[in-house]
């Protein structure tokens, strides 16, 4: 168990709709990053909020946007759903260290089906 | 651009064996790299850190070595066992303060 909590585990919804998930990182870690995971596709890094702010940001699409909130908890929200953004989306905290990005801690990630 | 390259295709190997996984990269100058694992429907699973100012790391069954000059890390399992079977990623921070990963290279290990 790496700490890390995202729900829903799995979600089915129509094209056009728009989603919530949801992600409450490990105690004690500040950072949140969203990484979207397709089939048979690597993981694209989406977007990074370090207490509350975003710190970067990666090939997120207009349409998602995301916020941490001030107990650390995490939402990514997706709307104008496409057939495309099937995939796994993966919350993944860390502690940030000066020398760049400590090591992440996963969740088990929301699986998304467009229909 | 920007790469990190694994190899794309299966690693399949005897139980008992090395098992041995590339991670290429381009255009980066990282201070460290590092290697998960992750197993279907499943989040990644950290395992190993190296820095640039460290040639080789060991953990239990576990070797990872960094050559910053030919821009690679080689991932090794010694003594390979049918539970090590899973994708193995390597991941930079390439400077957005996040990590990048490769598309990973699947690892079956034959009993």
């Given at each position: 168990?790496?700490?890390?909590?995202?729900?829903?585990?799995?979600?089915?919804?129509?094209?056009?709709?728009?989603?919530?998930?949801?992600?409450?990182?490990?105690?004690?870690?500040?950072?949140?990053?969203?990484?979207?995971?397709?089939?048979?596709?690597?993981?694209?890094?989406?977007?990074?909020?370090?207490?509350?702010?975003?710190?970067?940001?990666?090939?997120?699409?207009?349409?998602?946007?995301?916020?941490?909130?001030?107990?650390?908890?995490?939402?990514?929200?997706?709307?104008?759903?496409?057939?495309?953004?099937?995939?796994?989306?993966?919350?993944?905290?860390?502690?940030?260290?000066?020398?760049?990005?400590?090591?992440?801690?996963?969740?088990?990630?929301?699986?998304?089906?467009?229909? | 651009?920007?790469?990190?390259?694994?190899?794309?295709?299966?690693?399949?190997?005897?139980e008992?064996?090395?098992?041995?996984?590339t991670c290429?990269?381009?255009?980066?100058?990282?201070?460290?790299?590092?290697?998960?694992?992750?197993?279907?429907?499943?989040?990644?699973?950290?395992?190993?850190?190296?820095?640039?100012?460290?040639?080789?790391k060991?953990?239990?069954?576990?070797?990872?070595?960094?050559?910053?000059?030919?821009?690679?890390?080689?991932?090794?399992?010694?003594?390979?066992?049918?539970?090590?079977?899973?994708?193995?990623?390597?991941?930079?921070?390439?400077?957005?303060?996040?990590?990048?990963?490769?598309s990973?290279?699947?690892?079956?290990?034959?009993?």
């Open positions: 168990d790496s700490g890390v909590t995202q729900t829903p585990k799995h979600l089915i919804t129509a094209t056009g709709q728009r989603v919530t998930l949801r992600c409450s990182p490990r105690s004690g870690d500040l950072s949140v990053y969203w990484y979207q995971q397709s089939l048979d596709q690597g993981l694209q890094f989406l977007i990074q909020y370090y207490n509350g702010e975003e710190r970067a940001k990666g090939n997120i699409l207009e349409r998602f946007s995301a916020q941490q909130f001030p107990d650390l908890h995490s939402e990514l929200n997706l709307s104008s759903l496409e057939l495309g953004d099937s995939a796994l989306y993966f919350c993944a905290s860390s502690v940030p260290t000066p020398g760049g990005t400590a090591e992440a801690f996963f969740g088990q990630g929301t699986r998304l089906t467009v229909v | 651009s920007q790469k990190i390259e694994q190899n794309s295709e299966a690693l399949n190997i005897q008992g064996k090395t098992a041995t996984l290429n990269y381009t255009n980066y100058s990282p201070a460290y790299l590092q290697w998960y694992r992750q197993d279907p429907g499943r989040g990644p699973v950290f395992l190993l850190l190296i820095r640039e100012n460290e040639k080789e060991r953990k239990e069954r576990l070797k990872v070595t960094f050559d910053t000059t030919l821009k690679q890390s080689l991932f090794h399992i010694t003594a390979s066992q049918p539970a090590d079977s899973a994708t193995y990623l390597c991941a930079l921070d390439t400077g957005r303060r996040a990590l990048t990963f490769g990973g290279t699947r690892l079956q290990v034959q009993p």
